[in-house]
Every structure is written in structure tokens, then in C-alpha cells.
């Protein structure tokens, strides 16, 4: 058992799905895996290990931010071996994008300090592994949605007053999240593979968001892309 997941080693899959939302773990677990076994209820941070098409697959909340995220993270690969980390969540879109497009993050720029803090005061640039980016455009492909493949920023204020948005507009960020650059770090830091993919939940510049049922439908499409990323 580590500090914030009351599992025992073995219990969680290599492979692990990382939406921010403990009931999205929930419900992605009812939804695309057989036989599930919830493994954590410490803080209602809800995990999950079944198989999808006889692939042992675990999908684990990890809240919101990079703090939190690294946490899970961090006892994820330290404590319980997880070779491969799909993030799988929201963001809000920038020019170029159209709500419920989906985002499949190479790299994602940061405010957050807890980045500066793992590298020693370094601009690292976080990259996702390469192979999962690779089979998740590859998916994405055959399916019946708009996606993108580019830079994502991963922001600490979701209240954001200054004029951090145009700025990363103006370079051609495609989305804000608020936990990426923390999940690539550590991936590296641990010598693990990472991605995220997002859908685009809401527009930046006109608060203009999907309803839940259309977020439900755009949720299904990027699991789907992270599992073929991981299995196939
Ligand atoms: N900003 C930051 N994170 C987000 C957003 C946003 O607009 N939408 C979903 N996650």
C-alpha cells in the first residue's frame, strides 16, 4: 500500500488509463472493461483494474493539477511498477480547435511550478513517448472524429486573468489542461511511457461548453484511442 492508493503490489495493471475525475474512472471502468475490480477508495480517489479484450488494463483518478496528479503518479510508477500512462481527460480549446475535438498531446508547455521544482529550475520541454503518440494517431484515424496532434499548456489557474492565453495562442497551443507537463516529467524522470489525449470540453475564448451528454459521447471516442494507443 502506498500513502494515497490502498492496493497491493500486483493489484494495478501495467498499463493504466489517468482521467482527472474519480467517477470518470468509474465510469470508464463499467463501460469498457470486463470484470473490474476496484482497487482504491482512499479520498473517493477511485481505481479500477479489469481487462479490455483479455488485456489487463487499470484506470485510476488523479484529480486535478499537477500536485495532485503527481502524487498518483509518483506512487503509480514508484510503488506499483506502471510501465505505460494514458491521461485521458478534458480541456479547454484554443484557435484551431472546435469543442468536442479531440487533442493528442506531443508536448505541453507550463506555468506550473512543480515542474521547475522536479528539474532543478530548468525550462524542461516534456514530450510524450513517441509509440503511444504514434498508435493513438493511428486510431484516431479510423474513427469518426476531429482530432488534432500538436502542443497543449498545462496551466495551475483555471481562473486565469492575465494574458498567458494569448500568448500561448499566439504559438500555437492547441488546448489547456492543467496536469500534463507533470505526468511527461515524471514519465521520464521513472523511464515510463505517457500520453495524453484530451476532448475539447469547452472554448477558451467564448466559454461556449459541451453538455454532458455530448461530453459522455466525446469521452467514449478518446478511450477508445487510448486503448487501441496501449493494445494495439
Ligand atoms: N482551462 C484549463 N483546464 C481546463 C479547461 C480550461 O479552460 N477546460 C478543461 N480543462
Request: negative net charge; without cysteine.
Given at each position: 500500500m502506498s500513502i494515497h492508493i490502498a492496493a497491493q503490489?500486483?493489484?494495478?495493471?501495467?498499463t493504466i488509463l489517468l482521467p482527472g475525475d474519480p467517477l470518470r474512472a468509474q465510469w470508464i471502468a463499467e463501460n469498457f472493461l470486463e470484470s473490474p475490480v476496484r482497487y482504491n477508495t482512499v479520498r473517493n480517489m477511485f481505481g479500477f483494474t479489469g481487462t479490455y479484450e483479455g488485456n489487463r488494463v487499470s484506470v485510476q483518478g488523479t484529480g486535478m493539477g499537477v500536485p495532485s496528479l503527481s502524487i498518483y503518479v509518483n506512487e503509480l510508477f514508484r510503488?506499483?511498477?506502471?510501465q505505460t500512462a494514458i491521461r485521458v481527460g478534458t480541456c479547454g480549446g484554443l484557435a484551431g480547435t472546435q469543442l468536442r475535438d479531440v487533442v493528442i498531446a506531443m508536448t505541453s508547455s507550463t506555468d506550473s511550478g512543480t515542474n521547475r521544482r522536479m528539474t532543478g529550475g530548468l525550462d524542461y520541454a516534456p514530450v510524450a513517448n513517441y509509440e503511444l503518440l504514434e498508435k493513438a494517431v493511428q486510431s484516431a484515424r479510423t474513427q469518426d472524429l476531429n482530432f488534432h496532434v500538436g502542443g497543449i499548456a498545462t496551466m495551475d489557474l483555471f481562473y486565469d486573468d492575465s494574458n498567458a492565453v494569448q500568448v500561448l495562442e499566439s504559438l500555437g497551443v492547441l488546448a489547456l489542461e492543467m496536469e500534463t507537463s507533470g505526468l511527461y516529467t515524471l514519465a521520464a524522470k521513472y523511464r515510463r511511457r505517457a500520453l495524453t489525449i484530451c476532448t475539447?470540453?469547452?472554448?477558451?475564448?467564448?466559454?461556449?461548453a459541451t453538455d454532458s451528454q455530448e461530453r459522455e459521447q466525446g469521452f467514449r471516442a478518446m478511450v477508445k484511442v487510448a486503448l487501441d494507443a496501449a493494445f494495439n
Open positions: 503490489p500486483g493489484d494495478i495493471a501495467d510503488d506499483y511498477g506502471v475539447v470540453s469547452d472554448m477558451v475564448a467564448t466559454h461556449e
